[in-house]
């Protein structure tokens, strides 16, 4: 398994081939490849290759897969005591990549996604079986009788 670190809008993230990452927005159709401009760092099970600082000989190709947006942010200020409220949110767009390879330039090499196992269980199915209800025998009440003050 290989993977790298690539930076992509001033941040760096971590590709595993097949795999997908999401990046800040990209001006990129969905469907169209390309590579990534800056590897930072590549890493092959025992051979590790730390750029200074890109590794110029490899290379990391995605394909955009879906342009998405991200969790809803909400911001809220107030100052005590004075009535003023201010809430805001904001949700970031995302560009969701699929890492298609690692490797040198001429390199050949195809790597299928990942596919997510999908185990099917078995369900069985199990009838409620309703048990009468017991009638629980009521406690007698404390009534004010039983409670003799002295004075």
Not at 81 to 86: D, E, L
């Given at each position: 398994m290989r993977i790298a670190i690539v930076e992509s809008g001033g941040?760096?993230?971590?590709?595993?081939?097949?795999?997908?990452?999401?990046?800040?927005?990209?001006?990129?159709?969905?469907?169209?490849?390309?590579?990534?401009?800056?590897?930072?760092l590549t890493a092959d099970e025992d051979v590790v290759l730390v750029g200074t600082?890109?590794?110029?000989?490899?290379?990391?190709?995605?394909?955009?897969?879906?342009?998405v947006k991200g969790p809803k942010v909400i911001s809220f200020k107030y100052?005590?005591?004075?009535?003023?409220?201010?809430?805001g949110g904001h949700r970031h767009f995302y560009t969701r990549l699929l890492i298609d390879f690692i490797g040198k330039l001429g390199e050949e090499r195809k790597v299928?996604?990942?596919?997510?196992a999908v185990v099917a269980a078995e369900v069985q199915?199990?009838?409620?079986?309703?048990?009468?209800?017991?009638?629980?025998?009521?406690?007698?009440?404390?009534?004010?009788?039983?409670?003799k003050t002295e004075k």
């Open positions: 941040k760096q993230y971590r590709a595993v081939e097949g795999s997908t990452i999401d990046v800040d927005r990209l001006a990129h159709e969905v469907g169209k490849k390309f590579d990534f401009d800056r590897v930072l600082p890109t590794v110029g000989e490899m290379i990391v190709s995605a394909t955009v897969v879906d342009h100052r005590p005591k004075k009535r003023i409220r201010v809430k299928e996604p990942k596919k997510e199915v199990v009838e409620a079986v309703e048990e009468p209800k017991v009638a629980k025998p009521k406690k007698a009440s404390k009534s004010s009788t039983t409670k």
